[in-house]
């Protein structure tokens, strides 16, 4: 049992850095744009992938199908201002929602292997979630990060009202 413990946590750490050179070598190819270009890649991954979901309105069930598996895994709620009534903020013709990373596989990562917050690899799997959820709300969506720090990460969603 130990020696799987090893094994796996060896794993872990391997992948870490792995993903830590994809987050700097990124930078080196395309410059200031890269975490942009990561971004609508991703976005349009994730539009391609939700054809295995249906549509729905409800954002938490969304969420389970774009962010599935243990909440020691994902653990992504939705969280408010103190001073705000309500989850959802409505402006001219967006509503926005904020979304808490409580647990991320990503944030781990970067910080074990010491490479900074909200990189291109954040971006790609912003952009790929919401490219899933802009298709299975079937609007326009976009995941923006408000807060990346090493307890908790806040991306606030945004989307056109219909």
């Known amino acids: 049992m130990e020696e799987e413990l090893e094994a796996l946590t060896g794993r872990w750490r391997a992948l870490s850095e792995i993903l830590a050179v994809l987050d700097q070598a990124g930078g080196e190819v395309t410059g200031r744009s890269t975490a942009q270009l990561m971004y609508f890649a991703g976005k349009d991954l994730g539009r391609k992938e939700s054809s295995a979901h249906d549509r729905t309105e409800d954002l938490e069930r969304a969420l389970k199908w774009v962010f599935p598996g243990r909440e020691d895994v994902w653990k992504v709620s939705l969280w408010k201002n103190q001073e705000d009534e309500d989850y959802w903020v409505f402006e ?43 298709e299975i709300f079937g609007r326009r969506v976009d995941l923006l990060t408000e807060h990346a720090g090493p307890g908790a990460c806040l991306v606030v969603l945004r989307t056109t009202l219909e």
């Open 92 to 134: 001219a013709e967006e509503m926005l929602v904020r979304l808490l990373f409580e647990e991320c596989p990503l944030r781990r990562s970067c910080l074990a292997a010491g490479v900074p917050l909200g990189g291109v690899t954040c971006q790609a799997v912003h952009g790929y979630a919401a490219g899933m959820l802009q």
